[in-house]
């Protein structure tokens, strides 16, 4: 297992280019199942999470490339519906298969995924959506069976904004007879990009960024060609990171329209930040003031920011608070970061945040993915050595991230043990 030594403090300096986002190129990746032929994703990161849903598209026989970061996958002779335990439990996103395969095959069965590091995070919705559109669906030895001779459109309506089961449901109904209706639709860009895409290949999708979509649901969908957008959370990482280490940071081949809520809250902490069509330049102050963060929906400030941002509020002169509303349990940062010397209180789902004037390095646990970049931001900050111990979380969601902090300056080494 790799880990990282982290030598501290720092301050970030220079250019950051920002690859693909991780979170539309996962459901764009199980959409290739609608289609029968080759489809092609472009601005792929290199990712543990992207090379899961390979492996798992290869599982049920697409063939699967992925050179310089465009993935090919051809989906003309599928030989299995199945998505098994050892993977899904390895990635939750696995479940994104279940929507195409049944819409498109007839049938599916993917293993339930269990809790995870912060919570139990249902996947009720996703299958409330696939009944409604005429999915017969089953549980049996730990699996989710999924059956339908064709889906119908139906109407859907989401109880609470979920990006997952709003996905599951596009992907399904495109192929559904008739008209979906998708009330309360989560508003993430992801879900935009998926429905772009979506639309590239021949389905009929209105209310794009809207909470109401309608879909006219089509016989067959082409395979598509996209090119995908860029990650806004690892956008918005780096500008923590550089907000954190009083650091000066270009953050390139971004898109900072989708980072509104981070970016105020950063600014609010004292940051000098501009932006223009595809680039962000982020300049952190000496001392950070103190902000009150409340998770929302997009474009609320996204849940995958909580973490990063405590991280830089450690620092801050005085009290700052951190309310978690969409996972009221992804708090495992929070022990780490005390070991940095961070004051943090938990009560419930609100950390409170006394600021100290520095953090101290020390052996840290990465727990999962937003969880292990705070702690790196920690570890920036922090006066002396900090490891960094499984690793394996950041390369979920990060590319290449020590070789992007070092580019900036800082004094990072990945290390095998
Ligand atoms: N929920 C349910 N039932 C469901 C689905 C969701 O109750 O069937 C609840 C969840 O427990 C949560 C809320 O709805 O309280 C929102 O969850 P959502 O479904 O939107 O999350 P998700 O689709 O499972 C995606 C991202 C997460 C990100 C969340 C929220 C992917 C692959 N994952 O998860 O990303 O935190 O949306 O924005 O897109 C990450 O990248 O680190 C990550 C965890």
């Known amino acids: 297992m790799d880990k990282f030594v982290i030598n501290g403090p720092c301050t970030l300096r220079g250019a950051v280019e920002i690859s693909g986002a991780k979170n539309a190129v996962l459901p764009l990746m199980a959409a290739a199942l609608l289609t029968r032929g080759k489809s092609v994703i472009e601005n792929v990161p290199n990712l543990r999470d992207v090379s899961t849903m390979m492996r798992l598209l290869g599982i049920l026989g697409a063939e699967v490339e992925f050179e310089k970061g465009v993935i090919t996958i051809d989906t003309t002779r599928l030989t299995s519906f199945e998505a098994p335990y050892d993977l899904v439990r390895t990635m939750r996103a696995s479940i994104y298969v279940l929507g195409p395969l049944v819409a498109a095959h007839r ?22 959506a696939l009944e409604r559109l005429g999915a017969k669906i089953t549980f049996e030895h730990g699996y989710i069976n999924a059956a339908a001779r ?19 449901a596009l992907m399904a109904s495109v192929l559904a007879k008739g008209v979906t209706v998708l009330k309360n639709s989560a508003l993430e860009p992801e879900i935009v990009e998926l429905a772009k895409a979506l639309r590239s290949a021949g389905a009929e999708i209105e209310g794009l960024g809207s909470s109401t ?61 501009d ?13 950070v003031e103190p902000v009150h963060v409340v998770t929302r929906e997009y474009p609320g400030f996204p849940t995958d920011m909580q973490a990063q941002m405590m991280a830089v509020l450690c620092r801050a002169k005085g009290t700052s608070t951190v309310k ?3 996972y009221p349990d992804r708090f495992t940062h929070v022990p780490e970061l005390r070991r940095l010397a961070a004051n943090i209180r938990l009560d419930g789902n609100l950390a409170v945040i006394n600021g100290v004037r520095g953090l101290e390095g020390a052996p840290v646990m990465a727990t999962d993915i937003r969880a292990s970049s705070a702690l790196i931001i920690g570890a920036l900050m ?25 580019k900036l300056g800082a004094d990072i080494q990945r290390v095998s043990d």
Not at 231 to 257: L, N, S
Not at 275 to 287: A, C, S
Not at 383 to 406: F, N, P
């Open 382 to 406: 922090a006066k002396g050595r900090t490891e960094i111990l499984r690793v394996y979380h950041i390369d979920r969601g990060y590319e290449t991230i020590e070789k992007k902090l070092r």
């Open 107 to 128: 049938e599916a069965r993917v293993s339930m995924p269990g809790g995870c590091a912060w919570g139990p995070r249902p996947i009720d919705l996703h299958l409330m």
């Open 324 to 326: 978690d509303t969409i």
């Open 150 to 168: 064709r889906l119908k459109g139906a109407e859907v309506v989401f109880p609470i904004s979920s990006v997952g089961a709003t996905a599951q």
């Open 275 to 287: 932006i223009d069509e595809d680039n962000i330049d982020v300049q952190g102050p000496d001392r």
């Open 213 to 273: 979509m309608t879909v006219t649901g089509v016989e067959t969908i082409d395979p598509f060609r996209y090119r995908v957008m860029p990650d806004r959370i690892e956008a918005g990482t780096f500008a923590a990171a550089a907000a954190a280490t009083a650091g000066r940071v270009r953050i390139t081949k971004c898109a900072p329209a989708h980072l509104g809520a981070v970016l105020d809250a950063l600014k609010v902490c004292g940051a000098k930040i």
